[in-house]
């Protein structure tokens, strides 16, 4: 790690992203891939760069992000999160704005687990009387 890059991890459900922050012209390459083809819908996409548009430096840096685990939301939910982090480190005055918009709390949900004697975590199988 060279004096110019930062390193952080974000989380959510059951996604982990790396992120690596350093200077550069704001290209974002995920997974080898950039942005644009590894998230198809443009949720994903406005997601990951959610803290760039906060903190209004869009062309700053290049971002490269390892990500695994889960899906396609929880995945540019947990690389937000880092992403955050890292900006956090590179310019701790941001760290305010990127709080208030609450891309630096980890979301805590999760997917609740199937109970026994139920079809799914909560939902009974159908109750019939005769």
Do not use: C, W
């Not at 959510?12 to 550069?24: C, H, Q, T």
């Not at 390892?66 to 760290?95: C, D, K, Y």
């Amino acid at each position: 790690m060279n004096k110019n890059e930062y390193i952080a991890v974000g989380r959510r459900k059951s996604a982990i992203a790396r992120v690596r922050l350093r200077p550069g012209t704001g290209k974002i390459i995920v997974n080898k891939k950039p942005l644009e083809e590894y998230f198809g819908r443009e949720t994903s996409q406005m997601i990951v760069r959610q803290p760039l548009e906060a903190i209004k430096i869009s062309n700053a840096y290049d971002i490269v992000v390892t990500v695994h685990g889960g899906g396609p939301t929880g995945q540019a939910g947990a690389i937000r999160h880092g992403l955050s982090r890292a900006l956090t480190m590179a310019n701790p005055e941001s760290r305010s704005v990127l709080k208030a918009a609450g891309f630096l709390t980890r979301d805590p949900r999760r997917v609740e687990r199937k109970k026994y004697g139920l079809r799914g975590a909560r939902r009974a199988f159908q109750f019939s009387k005769r």
